[in-house]
């Protein structure tokens, strides 16, 4: 199983993140930001499969791929965001994991607008 895999990689990061942050905190940033880019590697393939099966689910069900690939890009940035955030927070930068969160909010409120005018469009004709 995948998930074991995964949560030995995290916790032994962890494990190894502790004992250096005593002695050499920058070594323990590196260790967590190895770890979460190996846990990553092991599920991007995972993530494609996934998005092969969603394309083709949009394709049979005739849905314009402009709304599937924003959909998928505002995944996309709150994965990375919250992946950063993360990181940042591990560093002990709170105040930049919080911006990179606002950011990514904003991004992805911007990414929506098209969504949203189509469902709004769509309720317009709808309602009398």
Request: aromatic share 6%; charged share 15%.
């Amino acid at each position: 199983m995948e998930i074991i895999q995964i949560v030995g990689i995290g916790l032994m990061a962890t494990v190894f993140a502790v004992l250096l942050r005593q002695e050499r905190p920058e070594m323990a940033l590196q260790v967590s930001i190895v770890a979460g880019t190996i846990i990553f590697l092991l599920v991007l393939n995972k993530i494609s499969s996934t998005l092969a099966v969603l394309q083709n689910m949009a394709a049979r069900a005739n849905i314009d791929f402009l709304y599937l690939n924003t959909i998928l890009k505002i995944i996309g940035i709150a994965y990375v965001a919250e992946f950063g955030a993360q990181i940042c927070k591990d560093a002990g930068s709170s105040s930049i994991a919080a911006k990179i969160e606002f950011a990514a909010k904003i991004l992805i409120l911007f990414l929506s607008i098209p969504i949203v005018m189509a469902v709004l469009e769509l309720l317009l004709k709808i309602l009398p």
